[in-house]
């Protein structure tokens, strides 16, 4: 999906491969329940509270200003809940898991972990705030500002501490292997566009 999502938008192809973006979030969910796994009572509960968290701190942001900045989104990233995609809040939990089952591979103390997650999440927010005009996902106001960048690593921190705090583990190469599609896929077009 990447790959010729990649391959489409350089070719022309933008406004068919950018309104294929919830699919493409579904699926990454579903990927996530079937493959990582998510199986037992403790996983769906971070899942679901990650989900909520993620979209708490989006929804507090679209209406105030903090903790990102001040952003509206738009309407290629499916549909809303108080001006705030499902998939958003989605998205943080897939991120979180998959950054998660990364740290857990490279080190063992919790703060470090949860500090190289919260890194993790920064690392791919670059290159999405570069796009994400272009695609119709969300705006800032100006541009994204500094705050948001300290906001995504903070918040990003804090739900990997919640992840480790349980103890769970995961698949390491499907969490790679999702984690630098989506960083790769953004990297690409943003200097591409």
């Given at each position: 999906?990447?790959i010729?999502?990649?391959?489409?938008?350089?070719?022309?192809?933008?406004?068919?491969?950018?309104?294929?973006?919830?699919?493409?979030?579904?699926i990454?969910?579903?990927l996530?329940?079937?493959?990582?796994?998510?199986?037992?009572?403790?996983?769906?509960?971070?899942?679901?509270?990650?989900?909520?968290?993620?979209?708490?701190?989006?929804?507090?942001?679209?209406?105030?200003?903090?903790?990102?900045?001040?952003?509206?989104?738009?309407?290629?990233?499916?549909?809303?809940?108080?001006?705030?995609?499902?998939?958003?809040?989605?998205?943080?939990a897939?991120l979180?898991?998959?950054?998660?089952?990364?740290a857990?591979?490279?080190?063992?103390?919790?703060?470090?972990?949860?500090?190289?997650?919260?890194?993790?999440?920064?690392l791919?927010d670059?290159?999405?705030?570069?796009?994400?005009p272009?695609?119709?996902?969300?705006?800032?106001?100006?541009?994204a500002?500094?705050?948001?960048?300290?906001?995504w690593?903070?918040?990003?921190?804090?739900?990997?501490?919640?992840?480790?705090?349980?103890?769970?583990?995961?698949?390491?190469?499907?969490?790679?292997?999702?984690?630098?599609?989506?960083?790769?896929?953004?990297?690409?077009?943003?200097?591409?566009?």
């Open positions: 999906f990447q010729s999502g990649v391959i489409g938008i350089m070719f022309g192809f933008q406004g068919w491969f950018i309104e294929k973006t919830p699919l493409n979030l579904m990454q969910v579903a996530l329940v079937l493959v990582f796994p998510i199986k037992n009572a403790k996983q769906t509960f971070l899942l679901v509270l990650l989900f909520a968290l993620g979209m708490t701190a989006e929804i507090v942001g679209v209406a105030t200003g903090f903790p990102f900045g001040k952003y509206t989104y738009g309407n290629n990233l499916g549909f809303k809940f108080m001006e705030v995609p499902l998939l958003i809040g989605c998205n943080w897939v979180v898991f998959c950054g998660a089952a990364i857990n591979r490279l080190f063992s103390n919790i703060w470090i972990k949860s500090l190289f997650g919260g890194v993790l999440m920064v791919l670059i290159p999405m705030e570069i796009l994400a272009t695609f119709d996902f969300w705006e800032f106001a100006s541009h500002p500094i705050e948001n960048y300290f906001s690593f903070f918040i990003g921190a804090f739900m990997h501490f919640l992840f480790h705090s349980l103890h769970l583990k995961g698949n390491f190469s499907f969490s790679l292997n999702l984690y630098l599609a989506q960083f790769v896929f953004f990297t690409v077009l943003a200097f591409l566009l």
